[in-house]
C-alpha cells in the first residue's frame, strides 16, 4: 500500500503556510498562475515526501489530500 499527495491547483490560493510548514521542503510556489489568479503550491521533490499530512492539516483551503493508493497484485493462477 502506498500514499498519494494531491493539490487541487485551482484550490490553491498560494498563501504559502503548507511550504512553511513541510518538514522535508517538498513543496514550493510555482511559477505558473492557476485559474483564480494565485500561485498555487506544488510538490517540487515529491520523492522527498513522508505523507505526514501536516501540510493538509495547515491549508486553510483544504486543497491538499493524501490519499491510500492500493498497489495492482495480480493473483496467482489456481492449477
Known amino acids: 500500500m502506498g500514499y498519494e499527495h494531491i493539490i487541487d491547483k ?27 489568479g494565485y500561485f498555487p503550491a506544488h510538490q517540487a521533490r515529491p520523492e522527498d515526501c513522508i ?19 492500493v498497489e495492482d497484485a495480480t493473483e496467482p493462477e489456481l492449477q
Not at 505523507?51 to 493508493?69: E, G, Q, S
Open 51 to 69: 505523507f505526514c499530512t501536516t501540510c493538509c492539516i495547515m491549508c486553510p483551503d483544504v486543497a491538499i489530500t493524501i490519499n491510500k493508493t
Open 10 to 36: 485551482d484550490t490553491c490560493k498560494g498563501c504559502g503556510l503548507c511550504v512553511a510548514v513541510c518538514p522535508k521542503k517538498v513543496l514550493e510556489l510555482s511559477e505558473e498562475v492557476n485559474t483564480m
